[in-house]
């Protein structure tokens, strides 16, 4: 396996993205620069799949580890905006906790050899997330987006929810035996 091909490389720009995005997030006068950066780091996460898929690049190290990196920008982002009053605790609280539960299930089911692949419900959970990061980057700007945001936080939350729980379904039937 290569580790150094191009869809791991935008994947690891993605994690190394998260320091900056982080102190960025603390100074509302930024957001705007925010919230151009933040577009640019999260189609990373669509160029780096249709990358590996257009040149078989696929490999379960990209897999592994373009999850993580969503995950470390975006829990890392979310915690930033319930340090700022931003966000509230119970919905970083369902996030964070979801995460650690999938990733769980998913270390879990590797050593069983089995790939758990992000499926319609974790891709809702993952737009959403991305939506609402934007839109919080935007709100100071237009202020008309605080109602959007706590519908993109009630849309979320609930995707999180039942991604989590449709993973857990789908892969029951392997903890059968423990």
Do not use: C
């Amino acid at each position: 396996m290569k580790l150094w091909t191009a869809p791991n490389i935008l994947t690891f720009i993605r994690i190394l993205a998260t320091i900056p995005m982080f102190i960025i997030t603390y100074n509302e006068k930024y957001y705007l620069i925010a919230f151009f950066v933040y577009i640019l780091v999260s189609l990373t996460d669509i160029l780096d799949g249709y990358i590996a898929r257009k040149y078989n690049l696929v490999s379960d190290f990209g897999k592994f580890m373009d999850q993580i990196a969503d995950k470390i920008l975006i829990n890392s982002l979310f915690i930033v905006f319930l340090d700022i009053h931003k966000l509230p605790g119970w919905f970083v609280g369902i996030i964070i906790i979801r995460d650690i539960f999938i990733s769980g299930l998913r270390m879990f089911l590797a050593n069983k050899n089995v790939v758990v692949a992000a499926d319609i419900w974790g891709k809702l959970k993952t737009f959403t997330q991305t939506i609402l990061i934007a839109s919080l980057y935007l709100t100071p700007t237009f202020n008309l987006l605080t109602s959007l945001n706590f519908i993109l936080i009630i849309l979320t939350s609930f995707f999180s929810i039942y991604s989590g729980y449709n993973y857990l379904m789908k892969n029951f039937v392997y903890f059968k035996g423990e």
